[in-house]
């Protein structure tokens, strides 16, 4: 059988972990004929709950579950590492500012970014889901200084997957007939849900929908403020949607999106006025284990307001860690 693909998770003691690491093991993002080693990270404290979860995995008696490593050193969970999730990240405590939040998560990804410069595989693919994903991924690349920016991605599947969701029951369409739809900027309330281009078997969505309203005073805020209310139902943050977003994200990276479009978070080359570097979310195909951004889409000027608008806050949550970075 194939050799065994090493799959490194921060965070693994934590609710998203608690449904990804049985998805990997299951075969589910790379392919049910691929075994996989599990690395897995978390704090010195959640060691035992680490553990936990562990046992659990061996009781599931999977397949291509070849081994698991379990520590709270980055050298080790990234050592050799082939894929790199990185979902543990400092949660917002009762009277945090946001830009201490940002200051814990600029020091964790720091660490975490020297560490994979110094210890993974040279083609690594790493997602950033742990938030806020798109400058703490920002973070981890410019701690990389020898792995290729490309190699870093952040989390903004979820939301797309959300989208993708609710224009499917605002147009009675099935969601395996929609594409094309993209959310472009930041994982946070500025994010920018974007069907102008979608087609449902070539068809427009958009003339399907014909509901200019619908799009800006229901779908957008609909899509945006998902999160919190899923909070608001369950009492606890998306668990299940994440790890399945984090999966759909890596799997299309690694086998190819087939010509669908799929929205990534990605280092900026400087497309569609976006700053180069900037962790942003644009729609692209992958194939071969490469994504290829989606260009010379048009933006018209509410478009262009609502990408400036994420634009310019990851620019301030990036200028407020960039004195961390060395
Ligand atoms: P949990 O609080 O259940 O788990 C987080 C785990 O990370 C804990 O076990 C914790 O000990 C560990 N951790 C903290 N700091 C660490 C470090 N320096 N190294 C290794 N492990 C560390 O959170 P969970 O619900 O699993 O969510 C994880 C992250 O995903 C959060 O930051 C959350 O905000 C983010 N999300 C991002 C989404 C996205 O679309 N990009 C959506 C879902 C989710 O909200």
Redesign the pocket.
Known sequence: SKPAQRIAI?????????SLLFRIANGDLLGKDQPVILQL???P??QA??KGVVMELEDCAFGLLQDIIIT?D?KI?FKDADFVLL?????RSKGMERKDLLSA?AE?FT??GRALNEVASRKVKIL????P?NTNAYIAMKSAPDLPQKNFT??????HNRALSQLAAQSGQSITDIEKIIVWGN?SPTMYPDFRFATVNGASLTQMINDETWNRKVFMPTVAKR?TAVIEARG????A??AN?AIDHMRDWVLGSNGRWVTM?VPSTGAYGIPKELLYGFPVTTANGEYTLVSDLEIDAFSRERMDLARQELLEEQNGVKHLLG
């Open positions: 921060s965070g693994a003691a934590g609710q998203i972990a608690y990270l978390d704090l404290q959640a709950a680490v709270d980055p969970a979902v543990g990240a400092r949660p998560n964790i660490v975490q950033v889901v742990g938030n994903a952040s989390m903004m599947r979820l939301d994982h999160g606890v943050s998306s668990a949607s994440a977003a978070g």
